[in-house]
């Protein structure tokens, strides 16, 4: 009897087999569990590491109950194979950086491509190549590049907006729009307050501005000789245009936000309850 408690019958806590089920099964104790957690089929276990890595044999893992790192030995591997999961290994971990490297490079290069195009569109096709060509590469490779920036940066400076704040701390007379304590409450002000900047709309609206600009050039100044003179002539009206209207939108929504009045709720359920209570009472008391 004591011989028995000191050995006490193995059982597999993955396929939940015992020892009498097969005699000729491999087991192991891999961990400080005991009881009926401490043996299990080495099978058993190798299936369960594979579920638990997922492709990486390398990974570590631990034992589910009593968290002991599994000590795992692998055979010898010969000099080849040995030198192929080291270039393995080793390009898995430059992957990465690789990739984010591909990644800078591909922008870098669209941000020169787009540099190049914008000069030949704002100071025409013929002059602009004339004066890439004999610009400094190491200046073209630096200035291009700058040229999206620029625009981004310009784009996301919203000017308008501090107009309307001005106009509504300022240049809106009292009692326009109502009493002035109501007009105090602006939505232009505090933090949060505006449009959200859409990432969106401002890398679109910068990208796309200097065709505007030529466009509107070639429309409203026509006489003008150069080309550079009328792409910025026409980019400095489309601005002005669009920030004008843009601030009288801003300044009819602050009006009509300081307008706004909320309402009274409709109490008619109380109403037909009421009047449907008086008519239970009438009929009760004929």
Request: glycine share 8%.
């Amino acid at each position: 009897m004591a011989l028995a408690e000191e050995t006490p019958e193995k059982h597999c806590w993955v396929c939940f087999a015992t020892e009498r089920d097969d005699h000729s099964a491999e087991w192991v104790s891999p961990c400080r569990c005991k009881g009926c957690t401490k043996w299990i089929h080495q099978n058993c276990l190798q299936r369960w590491l594979d579920e638990k890595q997922k492709g990486n044999s390398g990974g570590a893992v631990n034992c589910p109950q009593c968290g002991t790192e599994y000590t795992i030995t692998f055979p010898k591997m010969g000099p080849l194979v040995y030198f192929l999961q080291q270039m393995d290994s080793a390009l898995s971990r430059a992957s990465p950086f690789a990739a984010v490297g591909v990644v800078i490079g591909t922008v870098y290069w669209s941000a020169v491509t787009y540099g190049a195009v914008t000069v030949m569109q704002v100071v025409g096709h013929k002059k602009g190549l004339f004066v890439m060509e004999r610009a400094d590469p190491l200046f073209l490779l630096m200035g291009l590049p700058t040229i999206p920036v620029v625009l981004l940066l310009g784009k996301m400076i919203r000017w308008e907006e501090y107009l309307v704040r001005l106009w509504v701390r300022y240049m809106q007379p009292a009692g326009k729009t109502g009493s002035s304590r109501y007009l105090s409450r602006s939505p232009f002000e505090g933090p949060g307050s505006g449009d959200h900047l859409s990432v969106s709309r401002t890398l679109c609206g910068a990208l796309v501005f200097p065709s505007i600009a030529t466009l509107m050039g070639r429309l409203l100044f026509r006489r003008m000789p150069s080309d550079l003179q009328r792409t910025i002539l026409g980019g400095l009206a489309f601005v002005l245009i669009k920030g004008v209207l843009k601030v009288y939108f801003k300044q009819q929504q602050f009006v009509i936000q300081a307008k706004r009045q909320i309402l009274n709720y409709p109490d008619t359920h109380t109403d037909t309850h009421s009047e449907g209570g008086d008519e239970t009472e009438d009929s009760e008391n004929e």
